[in-house]
């Protein structure tokens, strides 16, 4: 049987190049994380300590090439995953018609796209109501030398409407994310071929963490910002 390695080969570069990007994403998530529950405090102190960390992340220069490198990665692990899960359904146009899939794998791994796609949405609109108008919108305040984007966010989840509709949207997408992680995390390293049994179990368990603990954290700050 005549094995096709060319396309074999991009498979598996496709995969590698996912993972990495995958990897540096979470890196971001834990960052993203850290500033943003800042909003979390006494709201002058929130107001601060938010502003100068959103201030730090779009004008600090060596922050800046990163944040080029983050769009990049969003993007590439966005159009590369929809290629691989068009790549697998092609590659099997009978979906397990002997086997239950859920035998076989769980359902996050089998469900990677549509999680993908709802997280290409908030991260889209995530960016238009709050990247856009830090970059575009808003001016620096002369006092302290900061752009306020700290009362956009307030006021955006605490508006009668897009307060209650923006934040069950942002916890469904993090929930989303939650089993987005739960695969792509421990998945990204076996790919890698960090794959050992003195290590893999570690991996999988920092992995479940992980999923579960910073997609948690993120979905209380919108809760507590419209509730207070």
Known sequence: MAVNTGVFNASIIRK???????????????VHLLGNLTLLGPPEEAQLKFNAY???MTTFP??????YLLYFSILFHAVWGIMLEIQNRKARPVKYA???????????????GLLGTILLVFIATHMYN????????????????YKDLYSVVV?????PVTGVVGTVFYVFAMAAMAFHLYHGFQSSFQTLGINHPQYTPLI???????SILVPLAFA?????????
């Open 16 to 30: 590698v190049w996912m993972s990495l990007t995958g990897l540096f994403l979470c890196s971001f998530l834990l």
């Open 54 to 56: 959103a201030h730090f």
């Open 62 to 67: 060596v922050i800046k090439i990163v944040s």
């Open 98 to 112: 002997y086997n239950k899939a859920s035998a076989n794998s769980i359902w996050a791994s089998r469900n990677m």
């Open 130 to 145: 709050f990247w856009y108008v830090m970059h575009w919108e808003l001016e620096v305040d002369q006092a302290t030398g």
């Open 155 to 159: 006021s955006f989840f605490r508006a």
């Open 204 to 210: 999988k368990k920092v992995g479940a963490g992980f």
């Open 220 to 228: 209380i700050i919108p809760v507590y910002l419209m509730l207070t």
